[in-house]
């Protein structure tokens, strides 16, 4: 059995795919999402609803952030309060002489690049951050950094009008005839269309296999853990904390656990701590003694933190690919496959702007920047 046919398929119902579909519709383009579960129900719904550009450095991906953070300015405009979006900036602190030693060039050069930064002294430190009492040498501070809720957002995208949303079905494979794709086959049959959008995270590179594309893509897990406030107040942290290893800790290529430290508050004023990376396949089970050294390393920066009760822990999969570029546009393996994945901790950021620069590419529109970088046939 057939659905009626459209003329692109997205899959993955994510921030990137509900993105995607919705600026595909804005073009008058017939969509339909697809999802095997809910809206936002994976990758997108677990993280922080970070922002960011602190955690950055010049290249490809730096002019992709810098419109992304532009895109949450019509986002806000659009959604209003739903988006929760708050504009508390990023805080990257150096406790580590070896981490400390690379921040003035990298500031430096990112600042020339477009992005607002500044160093700031251990003692500017604390005026912003009060509980920020452990060791420092200085930090970074990138004001524009926000965060938001992903979820909403997402859910609000895939609302779209023109957007024709199913959720609760699993896709099975991209159909491919005379090297051009004509649909997708699902549990409920076959999805008729011209073109297809894998925008589906982790899940993604099984379904493009079906495609004849190999992307060497990989879940990197993460774990978060929530502190307990007694008296909730968003001011407790009151901006994104992130400790430089993190800067190492993303671009690293190592397969084993690697632990930096995440600090910020949740919408209520509770307390959100990370972050680990390792990749061990799709495992979400979460370790109680990864969560016990995440809160270790930000009590030590953060010594106020050592008598908040561990309200719960939770794990997520982050789509990575070994050079830390996303794969954006379509794919040589089939005419009409298209690729919108592997943004590793930047999804939320880089969602909205994803969307709308595979929907300028699909549509014949110039981009809004080179996705020759983003190219999903690069791995050969």
């Not at 853990?225 to 190592?254: E, M, N, T």
């Not at 979460?286 to 270790?296: G, I, K, L, R, Y």
């Not at 939320?348 to 014949?364: F, H, I, K, S, W």
Request: with cysteine.
């Amino acid at each position: 059995m057939s659905a009626p046919a459209v003329d692109v398929a997205v899959v993955g119902a994510g921030i990137v795919g509900a993105a995607t579909a919705a600026e595909l519709a804005a073009r008058g383009v017939r969509v339909r999402l697809l999802d095997r579960g809910e809206v936002s129900g994976g990758t997108t719904g677990l993280g922080e609803g970070n922002v960011l550009a602190s955690d950055t450095d010049v290249g490809p991906e730096l002019e992709l952030t810098l419109h992304g953070l532009r895109m949450y300015d019509e986002l806000e405009e659009r959604l209003g309060a739903l988006a929760r979006i708050r504009r508390k900036g990023a805080l990257i602190v150096h406790a580590d002489a070896r981490t400390w030693a690379d921040e003035p060039a990298r500031v430096r050069r990112l600042a020339e690049a477009g992005v607002q930064a500044r160093l700031l002294t251990p003692e500017e430190v604390i005026e912003r951050e009060p509980a920020l009492t452990g060791a420092l040498l200085g930090a970074s501070f990138f004001p524009r950094d926000l965060q938001c809720a992903p979820r909403a957002i997402a859910r609000a995208l895939a609302a779209s009008a023109g957007v024709e949303l199913r959720t609760g079905c699993a896709v099975e494979r991209v159909a491919v005839e005379r090297g051009r794709v004509v649909g997708l086959d699902t549990a409920q049959g076959r999805v008729v269309c011209g073109a297809v959008v894998l925008a589906a995270g982790v899940w993604t590179a099984p379904l493009a296999r079906t495609a004849g594309l190999a992307l060497p893509l990989e879940p990197r897990k993460g774990q978060l853990v929530r502190l307990r406030v007694p008296a909730p107040s968003p001011r407790l942290i009151r901006h994104k904390v992130v400790d430089g290893s993190y800067l190492h800790s993303v671009a690293s290529l190592d397969v084993g656990l690697e632990v930096s430290t995440v600090l910020e508050t949740t919408w209520e004023g509770h307390v959100l701590v990370g972050s680990s990376r390792e990749r061990r396949g799709f495992d979400l089970t979460v370790d109680d003694d990864v969560s016990e050294a995440m809160v270790e390393r930000a009590a030590a920066l953060m010594p106020a933190l050592a008598g908040l009760r561990r309200d719960s822990a939770w794990a997520g999969l982050r789509p990575w690919l070994p050079d830390g570029r996303p794969a954006i546009g379509s794919s040589a393996a089939a005419d009409g496959l298209w690729v919108a994945t592997g943004h590793e901790g930047a999804g939320v950021a880089l969602g909205p702007v994803t969307g709308r620069l595979v929907a300028q590419a699909l549509c014949g529109e110039p981009p809004l920047v080179d996705l020759a970088p983003f190219d999903p046939d690069r791995f050969g």
